[in-house]
């Protein structure tokens, strides 16, 4: 699977933003989906992640309420619509992909990079104060 992340750019504070990640292949629903933030000198770090069908989400507590994620697999595509931003959300998202889930999967497993299979390039966002 190759993922193509896309939508960042600069905002201002208190605006929004829609990222994008197309998919390639035809197994797009065959995956969950996430999404990390880097930011310059920090580690990447979890935002959001959506399961295989969509029906549930996950999100990192910096960011419950402002952000949502969905995804169409019809199109093999992720969404993550940010509002609300603050300077604190500047970074490179990434979005990734993952193979295996688990029925005991919950935010803290959906947020370990280790468990997801493929990376998109990442997109930078910068919101200005």
């Known amino acids: 699977v190759q993922l193509q992340a896309s939508g960042g750019g600069l905002v201002q504070a208190g605006g929004s933003l829609r990222l994008s990640c197309a998919a390639s292949?035809?197994?797009?629903?065959?995956?969950?989906m996430g999404w990390f933030r880097q930011a310059p000198g920090k580690e990447r770090e979890f935002v959001a992640a959506?399961?295989?069908?969509?029906?549930?989400?996950y999100y990192a507590d910096s960011v419950k309420g402002r952000f949502t994620v969905s995804r169409d697999n019809a199109k093999n595509t992720v969404y993550l619509q940010m509002n609300s931003l603050t300077p604190e959300d500047t970074a490179v998202y990434y979005c990734a992909a993952r193979r295996r889930t688990s029925v005991v999967d919950d935010t803290t497993r959906f947020a370990d990079t280790r468990r997801y299979d493929y990376w998109g390039q990442g997109t930078l966002v910068t919101v200005s104060s």
């Open positions: 959506i399961v295989r069908s969509g029906g549930t989400t």
């Open positions: 292949g035809r197994t797009f629903s065959s995956y969950a």
